[in-house]
């Protein structure tokens, strides 16, 4: 095994606060992502009154939109070479997309009534400004995330990065879950819904102005890359496939493909769950604050194990244990008396989540460490737009598990038949579950980077000057 402080003397470290600054953007996605996840299904079905039917097929032309929308944005990204000597490769796509995408939130949650424009007014409404919302959130994310590896080379930093990432992302998620259930709680549904889409999009326009030192590049970097770029990349299609025949990326991309289908499908639900299960108010969704504080615990104590087991088998001693945790949800007695078993669950997940989590960026940048050694080439932003193509399937398999339990079990929101109950509970543990276990064996068959070959990809791409 080769000595981890030997390889590492001639890269490039950064402090910790240009870390935690870079890594601010991950706290305002899963913001939003929470704030989506646990409200739009609701906001939609729910209050606006959009047919399921018209919903699913929102969601199945949104994930279309984006087999051409991340994957192409990625490639152009990584083809052009406008910026890359004056202010950087990445940076100025960063910016042309994260200030945008602060703002678009307001319109997905500000739809006229269905008595103003019908319902395939509303299916329209959400279509457009769901894909309008994508391309500005791609056009920043792709850019963002594959920045990280080519910028932060040192493993320790890079792990760094992932546990920080951990804790940013749970306060992300904190304030995606308190903004919008305390405003609405104390506005009321009528009023609340804007106000909430108000004050997230202001919040996540100061975090992105702080996210700034993290992200900009150095007169190095930029010279770096400039070179970089003189070598000619592939066509579009060449690097998909190229992409598409890596086994190191395609097991990553199913091992986390499974991992957000299954958190965005138990997130989406919980408004349902504590609603007619447990039949509490808006305020019980808070209950998700008890996984967020677990997740905060966990995440130095997974940080501490990569480094003796590696983040290939923290990864999936994570998701092992996640995909079992929605099995108790079945029994959870009906009525506030469930309370106390859930909010134990879901503090037991968010321990075990907390090692998933924190293995997003470093799994991610050894995928692309391996890719450039074998090709030449660094393609960050096709790898991580091909990668958000293959995520937004989770929203296209959440919308179709919520239209199998209403045909299946014929549930409602407000449904207060045993029957239909049942097939919300299946909705959170069942089929998890099941999704899980996919990702899970193509993960542990694919995946296989060893903890010396991370160690001596960093050499390599020294030499290489890439």
Not at 265 to 271: D, R
Request: glycine letters at 8%; hydrophobic letters at 50%.
């Amino acid at each position: 095994m080769v000595n981890e402080d030997l390889t590492q003397t001639e890269v490039k470290r950064y402090p910790k606060k240009i870390i935690t600054s870079f890594q601010l953007g991950n706290l305002v996605g899963l913001m939003m992502s929470q704030m989506y996840s646990q409200q739009l299904t609701y906001f939609y079905l729910g209050f606006v009154g959009l047919d399921i039917a018209m919903y699913v097929l929102a969601m199945i032309l949104y994930m279309v939109f984006n087999m051409f929308n991340d994957p192409i944005l990625g490639h152009l990204c990584d083809k052009s070479t406008r910026f890359t000597e004056t202010m950087g490769k990445r940076f100025p796509f960063i910016i042309l997309g994260s200030i945008p995408w602060c703002f678009i939130v307001i319109f997905l949650y500000m739809p006229p009534s269905v008595d103003e424009i019908g319902q395939f007014g509303i299916f329209l409404w959400l279509l457009i400004f769901l894909c309008v919302n994508d391309t500005v959130y791609s056009l920043y994310d792709i850019n963002r995330v594959a920045l990280f590896p080519d910028k932060f080379r040192n493993s320790k930093d890079r792990k760094w990065g992932g546990m920080i990432t951990t804790i940013l992302e749970t306060i992300g998620i904190l304030l995606g879950v308190l903004i919008p259930v305390l405003t609405i709680e104390f506005f009321g549904q009528d009023v609340g819904w804007r106000i909430q889409a108000i004050i997230i999009a202001l919040v996540s326009f100061v975090f992105m102005l702080l996210m700034i030192p993290g992200v900009r590049e150095s007169q190095e970097m930029r010279q770096r890359r400039s070179r970089v770029d003189k070598i000619l990349t592939e066509p579009f299609f060449i690097g998909l496939k190229s992409a598409l025949r890596d086994k190191h990326f395609v097991g990553y991309m199913a091992l986390f493909v499974a991992y957000t289908s299954t958190m965005g499908l138990v997130m989406a639900s919980i408004p349902f769950f504590v609603q007619d299960i447990l039949q509490l108010s808006k305020i019980g969704e808070t209950i998700v604050l008890f996984y967020v504080a677990a997740v905060i615990i966990s995440a130095p104590i997974w940080y501490k194990i990569s480094f003796k087991i590696g983040v290939k088998k923290v990864a999936l001693i994570g998701i092992c244990l996640l995909a079992c945790m929605g099995l108790p949800l079945l029994f959870v007695p009906t009525g506030p008396e469930g309370l106390l078993l859930v909010i134990i669950i879901f503090s037991l997940s968010g321990f075990v989540d907390g090692a998933i989590i924190s293995m997003t960026m470093p799994l991610f940048s050894s995928v692309v460490d391996n890719a450039t050694i074998e090709s030449g080439k660094r393609q960050e932003g096709l790898y991580n737009g091909i990668w958000m193509f293959f995520s937004r399937i989770s929203i296209a398999i959440r919308a179709i598990v919520f239209w199998i339990v209403q045909i299946t079990f014929g549930y409602q929101s407000g449904s207060t038949d045993p029957y239909a109950l049942m097939g919300l509970r299946f909705q959170m543990s069942v089929f998890p579950m099941i999704i899980s276990a996919f990702g899970i064996f193509f993960f542990w068959k694919l995946y296989q980077i060893t903890p010396e070959q991370l160690e001596i990809n960093v050499e390599k791409l020294k030499e290489l000057k890439l």
